[in-house]
Nanobody, 128 residues
Framework: QVQLVESGGGLVQAGDSLRLSCAAS????????MGWFRQAPGKEREFVAT????????YYADFVKGRFTISRDNAKNTVNLQMNSLKPEDTAVYYC?????????????????????WGRGTQVTVSS
């Protein structure tokens, strides 16, 4: 069983940066594909970014490319999301997720259904 806890959310102004962290317990993250999703009020939860367990390659949703960076620190068992140039439309609850199945290095896990473990989320609010 994997427990995930997000932190680092807050209220910022447009153009500011935030760094979200996801701390895991119960399992080492180095063997898991990890992802970040977000959910704005009245909208469905959507994919933001993912990082492979093998090789650490990354994949992003188009709306965050060039602004967000996902990374992992296997020594600390954490996954981070650096968010720069934030926009009001980035306002959402951000969730960390882990996929228990070891997907091949050629597959980026972007579907919500592919993730088995979820954190409770951290609120990010960007004011204009």
């Amino acid at each position: 069983q994997v427990q995930l806890v997000e932190s680092g959310g807050g209220l910022v102004q447009a153009g500011d940066s935030l760094r979200l962290s996801c701390a895991a317990s119960g399992h080492t993250l180095s063997r898991l594909d990890m992802g970040w999703f977000r959910q704005a009020p009245g909208k469905e939860r959507e994919f933001v970014a993912t990082i492979k367990w093998s090789g650490g390659s990354t994949y992003y949703a188009d709306f965050v490319k060039g602004r967000f960076t996902i990374s992992r620190d296997n020594a600390k068992n954490t996954v981070n999301l650096q968010m720069n140039s934030l926009k009001p439309e980035d306002t959402a609850v951000y969730y960390c997720a882990a996929a228990s199945r070891p997907y091949s290095s050629s597959i980026y896990v972007t579907a919500r259904s592919a993730y088995d473990y979820w954190g409770r989320g951290t609120q990010v609010t960007v004011s204009s």
